[in-house]
């Protein structure tokens, strides 16, 4: 089942899930687009307690961010495929730490990805195949020490047999030449980055 995952950072993407968890601030963005949740999640720290809301509340001295719990509690009622709004836009290590929600859902069987502004984000550890608009840009970030593609289909740039390091930018700003581009990773894991020729 299909679900959104609604963080506190500000972004324009529409949801167009039924189902709709909140990470306590993104509440204040429901509300402001006139969207009811399925479910809030928090210390609600930035947000008050939802009233005629199903919500969970949380410690405020806590070892994990609200984000993570929003996840979890999703997987944990039969949601696996995962929409992540809201990920990027507040504190540069909160960005860092959304971003590896991405891994959190894989390692508890979901799907799961990045919802931004005029981009899609996916962590990849097997193959994907993604629809395209041609000149698309596909950016492929490390997520560990190294990733080894073994092979890519419909970029510019193909990629064959070659490993990536954080040492490196070589994967960055890879045009799309067809209306849909595929990704073999044979080693390790990436985030793959979608961005759109036109804004969605």
Known sequence: MKAAIVLNCDFNREISEEYIFCADGGYKYLLSKRLK??????????????QGVLHFQVPQRKDFTDGE?????????????????????????????????????????????????????YLIDDKIAL???????????????EVHIMSSEGLEYEIK????????????SNVATKKEVSIKVKRGECLLFHIFRKEV
């Open 161 to 172: 047999n070659l490993s990536l390091t954080k040492r490196q930018t070589k994967g960055v």
């Open 37 to 50: 949740p399925f479910c809030v999640v928090g210390d609600f720290d930035s947000t008050e307690v939802p």
């Open 69 to 121: 719990y929003a996840v979890r509690l999703a997987i944990e009622n039969g949601f696996d495929d995962l929409s992540i709004y809201g990920v990027y836009g507040g504190r540069i290590d909160h960005v860092l730490y959304n971003l590896n929600l991405l891994a959190i859902a894989n390692s508890l069987g979901a799907k799961a990805k990045i919802m931004g502004d005029g981009f899609d984000g």
């Open 131 to 145: 629809k395209t608009e041609v000149g698309d840009i596909i950016s492929i970030v490390p997520f560990g020490d």
